[in-house]
């Protein structure tokens, strides 16, 4: 049975870069055709795709946080991570991790719990 678990602060100032790692058991971040996402939502507000990491690590980002947004992967710990540089209040958020059965068609069949960021000085 597939699991992903979220990682990181819950607690982050403006300006800084969040950093998030997603831990995934019963799966290789790996499998061919697969690929491992990041989506938040905000308070209030609906789920926003942040970015992608594919089975043999190209990424696609959201237009819109791409010029602040990377997405790495440790195959040895079978984790992939997130970082989101200068971040606002307005990034506070939760933010979940989750599988794509099928690269490319957001088919996202698997979630982590998701994991509090607050974005405070």
């Known amino acids: 049975q597939v699991q992903l678990q979220e990682s990181g602060p819950g607690l982050v100032k403006p300006s800084q870069t969040l950093s998030l790692t997603c831990t995934v058991s019963?799966?290789?971040?790996?499998?061919?055709?697969?690929?491992w996402s990041w989506i938040r939502q905000p308070p209030g507000k609906g789920l926003e795709f942040m970015g992608v990491?594919?089975?043999?690590?190209?990424?696609y980002y959201s237009p819109s946080l791409r010029s602040r947004t990377s997405i790495s992967r440790d195959t040895s710990k079978n984790q992939f991570s997130l970082r989101l540089s200068s971040v606002t209040p307005e990034d506070t958020a939760v933010y979940y991790c989750?599988?794509?059965?099928?690269?490319?068609?957001?088919?996202?069949?698997?979630w982590g719990q998701g994991t509090q960021v607050n974005v405070s000085s």
């Open positions: 019963g799966d290789s971040v790996t499998r061919t055709n697969y690929a």
């Open positions: 989750a599988r794509d059965i099928a690269w490319g068609t957001s088919t996202l069949d698997t």
């Open positions: 990491i594919a089975y043999e690590g190209s990424t």
